[in-house]
């Protein structure tokens, strides 16, 4: 029988480093192809850019753009949402291009480009970012559904593995 257990033992460290896997950091292309600009489609541009992602702790974001044309500041809300672009809490790097910067904790950012005019133009980004955790990745959701949505991914992969380990002890 123990060799049994060993088998089931197997399965759930398999299926743990799995999981794992899914909360390794990722590169996030701000803009993707477009990168980092003044928006020709309008001012929702990088909000609906952002909205197709979930960002997580310790991701990066990836700032493409051409040298000198423009930069990347770090604002906090009000002066974000006022586009006093002098008031940063970071002035990151400028060049050469791609700026990069890791979310190094959970909550709210804000970005916005430096050179007079270009903030107002609509380069300016908000990423959402949530605790790392098991949870499978999942699609866009509302920012009130999506704690208890990964709460209740864990629990049914928790199950998962509970009655996959069962099903082994039986079967052998
Ligand atoms: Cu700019």
Same mark, same amino acid.
């Given at each position: 029988?123990?060799?049994?257990?060993?088998?089931?033992?197997?399965?759930?460290?398999?299926?743990?480093?799995?999981?794992?896997?899914? +909360?390794?950091?990722?590169?996030?292309?701000?803009?993707?192809?477009?990168?980092?600009?003044?928006?020709?489609?309008? &001012?929702?541009?990088?909000? @609906?850019?952002?909205?197709?992602?979930?960002?997580?702790?310790? @991701?990066?974001?990836?700032?493409?753009?051409? +040298?000198?044309?423009?930069?990347?500041?770090?604002?906090?809300?009000?002066?974000?949402?006022?586009?006093?672009?002098?008031?940063?809490?970071?002035?990151? @790097?400028?060049?050469?291009?791609?700026?990069?910067?890791?979310?190094?904790?959970?909550?709210?950012?804000?970005?916005?480009?430096?050179?007079?005019?270009?903030?107002? $133009?609509?380069?300016?980004?908000?990423?959402?970012?949530?605790?790392?955790?098991?949870?499978?990745?999942?699609?866009?959701?509302?920012? +009130?559904?999506?704690? $208890? $949505? @990964?709460? &209740?991914?864990?629990?049914?992969?928790?199950?998962?593995?509970?009655? *996959? *380990?069962?099903?082994?002890?039986?079967?052998?």
């Amino acid at each position: 029988m123990s060799e049994l257990k060993n088998i089931s033992i197997l399965f759930i460290v398999v299926f743990a480093a799995s999981m794992l896997r899914s +909360t390794e950091a990722i590169d996030h292309i701000v803009g993707s192809r477009n990168g980092w600009i003044i928006p020709v489609d309008g &001012h929702s541009f990088y909000s @609906d850019w952002a909205s197709n992602i979930t960002f997580k702790e310790n @991701d990066v974001l990836v700032f493409n753009f051409v +040298t000198g044309r423009h930069t990347v500041v770090e604002l906090n809300q009000t002066y974000f949402e006022n586009c006093n672009v002098n008031q940063n809490i970071q002035f990151l @790097d400028t060049s050469p291009s791609p700026v990069r910067f890791t979310l190094n904790r959970t909550g709210v950012f804000y970005f916005t480009c430096s050179i007079p005019g270009h903030c107002a $133009s609509g380069q300016k980004l908000i990423v959402n970012v949530s605790a790392s955790s098991p949870a499978l990745s999942q699609g866009p959701s509302s920012p +009130t559904s999506s704690v $208890s $949505s @990964d709460i &209740h991914i864990d629990l049914v992969a928790t199950f998962s593995i509970l009655i *996959a *380990a069962v099903a082994v002890n039986f079967l052998f």
